[in-house]
């Protein structure tokens, strides 16, 4: 990697689907969900600083509210380097916006990346090579890279990367140009997309030329790029809510696609706990628990003090924090979102999002 990467955390997210533990001041990128004690915001500038030499290089866009969080959780950040969101309008804007701000300072060829929040990479090393490989394919062509993981089975909650024509080695890594970006597939398309081995796992996470990208964004979603352009953030409430993928990916033609090996998951609710966690044990248990014929289950206190006691559970997440108790099936924890709508419509329960 000739040039230093400047890695953008995108840590506007609520992570609604971890609630109770996930809360509005709180949220789930602020959290230690592996029980080490390191959120997954210090997680994620931990990795990058290695590939950015410096904190110089590491910028954070979150929502204005969560501004101390951030500040305490990573008190080496520059202030000049957060970037805060009056409100949240998805990722569009976001990128568009710290995209300007890096190549007002940096100039348009400065090496962007950019990367969720709330994101576990098992092999460091692998992933490090990955970047620098995106970084040098980025510097040498007109390209914006994105990560696509190998699927391991026929996921419907993640995107997905069709990859078309090779276009060259970058290290150890082949790349190729992308042929389309499908949304959340149902199961039988899910799992034809798994047999035909061309397809990834959309990870969200990006690198390109600063000027390359905002050229795109200029043609492709000129109503994010003029506005942010000519009044910065104080343009946030006239933007529309657009992710990056609709409003850039799916419609460029300079899209390309890196295959990635790293063990990755995006945490996107309670199971990814299991996957991480469980191993060959009965239960995953951050908590202190006591049970009786209890299997397959998920355990969660936010205090040490607190225990759990379960008799004949099987297939279940229990989460204590607080004031709260939850107790779902974990086939059913998308619904969280469900009941926070709930919750959000009757203020005697706003102290508790």
């Known amino acids: 990697m000739n040039s230093p990467l400047n890695a953008v955390i995108l840590a506007g997210g609520k992570g609604e689907r971890f609630w109770p533990l996930s809360r ?49 959780q990573l008190p080496q950040l520059l202030t000049t380097n957060l970037l805060l969101e009056p409100e949240g309008r998805d990722t569009a804007p976001a990128v568009t916006w710290a995209a300007l701000q890096a190549a007002q ?9 950019f990367f969720p929040a709330d994101h576990w990479i098992e092999d460091r090393a692998t992933f490090e090579q990955t970047l620098c490989a995106a970084a040098t394919l980025a510097a040498e062509q007109e390209a914006i890279v994105t990560l696509g993981v190998m699927p391991t089975y026929a996921a419907t909650g993640y995107g997905y990367i069709e990859r078309g024509e090779s276009i060259g080695q970058f290290g150890d890594c082949a790349a190729y140009a992308v042929v389309r970006f499908t949304e959340k597939p149902d199961r039988p398309t899910a799992e034809q997309f798994l047999s035909s081995g061309r397809f990834s796992w959309n990870s969200g996470m990006f690198i390109f030329r600063a000027g390359v990208a905002l050229n795109e964004i200029r043609t492709y979603a000129p109503e994010i790029y003029h506005p942010l352009a000519e009044g910065g953030v104080a343009a946030y409430p006239k933007l529309p809510k657009t992710s990056i993928d609709y409003a850039l990916m799916e419609k460029t033609q300079k899209a390309c696609v890196l295959p990635v090996t790293f063990g990755w998951d995006d945490l996107g609710d309670w199971n990814a706990i299991e996957r991480l966690l469980k191993g060959d044990k009965v ?23 607190e225990v759990i006691v379960t008799i004949g559970l099987e297939d279940v997440v229990i989460v204590r924090d607080r004031n ?22 009757d203020p005697k329960f706003d102290h508790l999002l």
Do not use: C, M
């Open 24 to 72: 509005r001041q709180r949220p789930k990128q602020f959290l230690s969900l592996d029980g080490s004690g390191i959120s997954l915001l210090q997680a994620t500038a931990e990795r990058l600083l290695t590939l950015t030499g410096s904190w110089e290089r590491v910028w954070v866009v979150t929502a204005d509210h969560l501004a101390e969080g951030v500040e305490e």
């Open 324 to 345: 709260v108790t939850l107790i779902v099936k974990k086939d059913r924890t998308q619904e969280i979102k469900q009941v926070l709508a709930k919750l959000k419509a």
């Open 283 to 305: 239960n995953v248990e951050l908590a202190t628990h006591v049970g009786l014929d209890t299997e397959g289950t998920i355990l969660y206190a936010a205090e040490e003090e």
């Open 105 to 113: 300072r940096y100039g348009e060829d400065s090496i962007l990346g």
